[in-house]
Structures are given as structure tokens and as C-alpha cells.
């Protein structure tokens, strides 16, 4: 059996995504003996990276880097690298993806119409019903998994973005996320839009017209799962054990609780694409680029993640 190949991109160059990745790599090919690991990204950022950072791994005989083409900018040469790891993946030359950070103004400034990596991906892969779920544990070992049924929105779109079949595709991506993992339960706790969950309707209509339903066909279609439940509580019942997966209904409302326990930890998993793909939980971090102290936690995170989901 051929050894499975894992698609690394190095996200910016401008900023600190070649530095993760190849401060996290060494680690990984020691991990993961039977995996091979594909850099895609542009030539010269990756090999100054990997010569301060991970001395020869560039030699090693499971490590590949595929440069990217010439671009105009960092932005651009980001994305040229994230469209070659996605095509590689789809042609089943790779296994698993994992995603360094870019910046979507950097590439909306490019000239480009762009909303995020996983918006791009699924585009690219003809597969629109995808899921952002978020993932990691505290200083306890205590996990948070946390399911997105809108993402890249402003605050004022979300209420009418909503859709019952979309808080059902989360929450029973939520569930099969579970499965994949190996946890004994699939219990999502799915929260509601408005404070208190609308205070059964005194503070908005949403948890009556729109997240009930949601739920109700998800339980019909085997998942285990509860609410609407007020936000404000919910993350601190999932935390303790009583859940194993949250649905929140919009970005912040998801992400401000598991970065606030797992910022160094964290991984974002793409679901619902033909292929796994997961990515640290940070962002380009320009104003630490090039000074050797980011993190590399997140990005090996996601790297043990793609590897384990490949192989399932």
C-alpha cells in the first residue's frame, strides 16, 4: 500500500504560516513515520522558513515541496498554493489537507472576490454544504467541539442567513464529526440565536421559526441532539462533559469560547468536502512575522488531525 500523502500549504508569506509550518513540521514526520508530507507554497519563503526553522527537513526522504507559480503579491501567491494542494487532494494524489492562514483583505485587495479558505475550497470542489467545525482542549484536557451554521458574515446578516436545513446539515456534521473521532457519545447541544434562547419568543422568533425545526429534523434523522439553548450557558455545560458538540448559530458566538480555552491548541476542520481539511485557528499574525515567537501548537494540531482523519 502506497504511504499516504499529507497537502501542507504555507498560507502568506507575508506572514507567520511558513514559520508554523515548518517550526511544526520536524515534529510531524517524527509523529507520523508512515505518512509523506507535500509543502505547496512559493519557492523562496519556504525554503528561507525551512532553513531557519526546521534545518534540513526539506532532504528528508517523506518531505516534498512543490513551489508554486510566480505571483503578484504574497496574497496571490497564498492562494496559488491553496488552489494546487485542493486540486492535488481531489485527484487523490494527496490524502489530507491542511491550510495555513492567509488574509482575506490581503486578497480581496488583489482584486479578488474571496470570503475565506473554506468558502474556496468548497467552491473549487462542486461541494456548497459544508460545515466549519472548531475544535480543542483546555489546560484540563476538557474539549470544546464547536459547529458554525453561518461563518464569514457581518453580525447584521445573520438572523435572515439563517436556514432550518442549514442548523440541520451543522448539527448532524456535528454528529458524524463525533463518529469520526471516536467518541462514545454524539450529544450536540445547539444554541440559540438571541439572549436567553428569545425567552420563548419575547427576544426574538428565530428559536421558534427557524432553530426548533432545525433540530427536530436533525433528531429525526438519528442525531442526538438538544436545544435551543441559551449560548451563555451552553459552552460551560459542553466544557464540563454534558455535550460533545456545540452548534453555534453564528462566527463569534462559536469561536470567542474555544479560542478563549484553546487558542494555542485549536483546529479548524472543514466538513463536508470530498477530502479532510483542517488548519491552525489563528490568523496571518503580520505584526509578529519574521521574529521567530509564533506558535507553532495550532498548526501541529491540525497536522495530527489530518493525519488521523486520513487514516480513518
Not at 64 to 69: A, E, G, K, Q
Not at 160 to 177: C, E, G, K, V, Y
Not at 230 to 245: E, I, K, Q, S, V
Request: proline residues 9%; glycine residues 10%; aromatic residues 4%.
Amino acid at each position: 500500500m502506497p504511504t499516504p500523502a499529507l497537502a501542507l500549504t504555507s498560507g502568506d508569506p507575508a506572514g507567520i504560516g511558513p514559520e508554523v509550518l515548518f517550526r511544526a513540521l520536524p515534529c510531524a514526520v517524527a509523529a507520523h513515520p508512515g505518512v509523506r508530507f507535500t509543502v505547496f507554497g512559493p519557492p523562496d519563503a519556504c525554503l528561507a522558513a525551512a532553513e531557519r526553522f526546521a534545518g534540513g527537513i526539506l532532504a528528508h526522504a517523506r518531505v516534498t515541496l512543490v513551489p508554486t507559480p510566480p505571483a503578484e503579491g504574497p496574497a496571490l501567491a497564498a492562494l496559488a498554493a491553496l488552489e494546487a494542494a485542493a486540486r492535488a487532494c481531489l485527484a487523490g494524489e494527496c490524502a489530507a489537507l491542511v491550510t495555513g492562514p492567509v488574509s482575506k483583505e490581503a486578497i480581496l485587495r488583489a482584486g479578488v472576490k474571496f470570503t475565506g479558505q473554506t468558502e474556496f475550497l468548497a467552491e473549487l470542489a462542486g461541494t456548497p454544504d459544508v460545515t466549519m467545525l472548531l475544535l480543542g482542549p483546555d489546560d484540563r484536557d476538557r474539549w470544546l467541539r464547536v459547529a458554525l451554521a453561518t461563518t464569514h458574515l457581518p453580525l447584521r446578516r445573520v438572523a435572515d442567513a439563517l436556514a432550518p436545513a442549514a442548523i440541520t446539515r451543522a448539527i448532524l456534521h456535528a454528529s458524524d464529526a463525533c463518529r469520526r473521532l471516536g467518541l462514545p457519545r454524539r450529544r450536540v447541544g445547539v444554541c440559540g440565536l438571541n439572549p436567553h434562547a428569545g425567552e420563548g419568543g419575547l427576544l426574538g422568533d428565530e428559536e421558534i421559526r427557524l432553530i426548533a425545526p432545525a433540530i427536530a429534523a436533525a433528531r429525526d434523522a438519528g442525531a442526538e441532539a438538544s436545544g435551543p439553548l441559551p449560548a451563555d450557558t451552553l459552552f460551560h455545560h459542553a466544557l464540563r462533559g454534558d455535550f460533545d458538540a456545540v452548534v453555534a448559530m453564528y462566527h463569534d458566538q462559536g469561536l470567542a469560547p474555544l479560542k478563549m480555552i484553546a487558542f494555542d491548541r485549536g483546529v479548524n476542520w472543514t466538513l463536508g468536502l470530498p477530502f479532510p481539511r483542517t488548519s491552525p485557528d489563528h490568523g496571518t499574525a503580520f505584526d509578529i512575522a519574521g521574529r521567530g515567537v509564533a506558535s507553532p501548537a495550532s498548526m501541529r494540531a491540525a497536522m495530527d488531525l489530518a493525519v488521523q482523519l486520513a487514516a480513518a
